[in-house]
C-alpha cells in the first residue's frame, strides 16, 4: 500500500481532474485500481489530517489516466474490470462492456420465472464478457445455462468471469455461430436470451471513438439495418425453444416494432416490447406458440 497525507491526495485529485475527463470515470480508476472507493473519498474530505493508504502509487493512477484522456480509451478496458447488477467482471477489448441497460434483461427473466429454485434450461447467444448468463446460472442455481460466442476470446473471458463469480457448474460455454453449437439441445431450452450486435452500418460508422475505436466491432454491427442477427436467431429459435418457451431479445431503440412484426411472423405469441427506464422499447419478449 502506498500512504499520502489526504492534502497531498487532495491536491492531485484536482490536477487529474482539470486535465478533463468525469468525475464517474476518475472515481472508477480510484475504485478499481487504488482501492479508494468513492464513500471513502467523501470521508477523507472531512478529515483532512490523516492519511490514506493507495493500492497503486499516484505516478501509476496518473499514467492509466493520462492514457484514458489522451486515447478516449474506456476507463473499464484500462483497468480491466467493470461492474455489473452484482458482479464484478474482467473485461479486455475483445468483449464488450456491459451495459447498464441491459441488467434490466435480468430482471424480465425473474418477473418471467418467479420461482428461483426453478430448474430452467436456458441458452444465451452471444454472451460476451458473461453477465446475463452469470447472472442467471447464479439467480437459479438449479438451472442449467450455455452461454455461446463467435468468438473464442471471448468465451475464455467468460469463463473466467463465471469461475470467478462462483463455485457452481451449472453454465457451460460454446463457440460458434448463434444456434449453431446448440444442435444437441433443439427443442429443450425454458428460455433464450441474447443482446446481439444490432448498430445499423450507417450508425456505427458515427459511434463515438470511445465506442469505435476500442469495442469489439462484432459485438456492435447488426450489418446494413441493424437487424441482420435479429432475424437469424428469430427464424432457428423455434427449433431450439420448448412449446411455450420464452424468447429475450435486446434490441435498438427504434427496432422494437419491427422485432414485434418478425417474431409474430415466426408463430411467437405473448410479444410484448418492454421499455427500459429511459422509457425506450429496449427489449422485445416473445413465447412460442
Ligand atoms: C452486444 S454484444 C453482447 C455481449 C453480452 N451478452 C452483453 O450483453 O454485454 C454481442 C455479442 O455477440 C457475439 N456475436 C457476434 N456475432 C455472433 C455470431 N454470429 N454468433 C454468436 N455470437 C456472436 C459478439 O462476439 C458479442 O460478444
Excluded at 474490470?81 to 475483445?94: A, C, G, P, Q, S
Excluded at 420465472?113 to 447472472?135: P, V, W, Y
Excluded at 466491432?217 to 411455450?244: Q, S, T
Aim: aromatic share 10%; proline share 4%; with cysteine.
Amino acid at each position: 500500500m502506498h500512504g499520502i497525507s489526504v492534502k497531498e491526495f487532495l491536491f492531485w485529485k484536482k490536477k487529474q481532474l482539470s486535465k478533463g475527463g468525469d468525475h464517474q470515470s476518475f472515481s472508477f480508476l480510484l475504485n478499481c485500481l487504488g482501492d479508494i472507493s468513492a464513500s471513502d473519498l467523501n470521508l477523507i474530505s472531512l478529515n483532512s489530517d490523516e492519511n490514506l493508504y493507495l493500492k497503486k502509487n499516484l505516478d501509476f493512477l496518473e499514467s492509466v489516466w493520462d492514457d484514458h484522456l489522451l486515447k478516449s480509451c474506456p476507463i473499464q478496458y484500462l483497468c480491466g474490470i467493470t461492474f455489473w447488477r452484482d458482479l464484478k467482471l474482467k473485461v479486455t477489448n475483445k468483449v464488450l462492456i456491459p451495459r447498464p441497460e441491459t441488467e434490466l434483461l435480468v430482471d424480465i427473466v425473474f418477473s418471467i420465472f418467479r420461482n428461483k429454485t426453478e430448474k430452467l434450461f436456458f441458452a444465451e447467444l452471444g454472451t460476451g464478457s458473461g453477465a446475463i448468463s452469470i447472472a442467471l446460472a447464479l439467480a437459479y442455481p438449479l438451472s442449467d445455462g450455455l452461454a455461446t460466442d463467435i468468438d473464442p476470446d471471448a468465451l475464455e473471458i467468460a469463463t473466467k468471469n463465471f469461475i470467478n463469480s462462483s463455485k457452481q457448474s451449472n453454465l457451460k460455454f460454446f463457440c460458434g455461430n448463434w444456434w449453431s453449437p446448440l444442435e444437441s439441445f433443439k427443442g429443450e431450452l425454458d428460455l433464450a436470451i441474447s443482446n446481439p450486435p444490432y448498430i445499423p452500418r450507417d450508425t456505427y460508422e458515427k459511434l463515438p471513438k470511445e465506442v469505435k475505436n476500442f469495442e469489439p466491432k462484432v459485438a456492435l454491427l447488426g450489418g446494413e439495418d441493424g437487424l441482420k442477427h435479429i432475424r437469424e436467431i428469430i427464424k432457428k429459435a423455434p427449433l431450439f425453444l420448448r412449446e411455450k418457451g420464452w424468447l429475450i431479445l435486446e434490441n435498438h431503440f427504434d427496432q422494437s416494432e419491427k422485432v414485434k412484426q418478425l417474431l409474430a411472423k415466426n408463430k411467437f405469441t405473448s410479444i410484448e416490447i418492454v421499455k427500459d427506464l429511459s422509457g425506450i422499447g429496449r427489449f422485445t419478449i416473445g413465447r412460442y406458440k
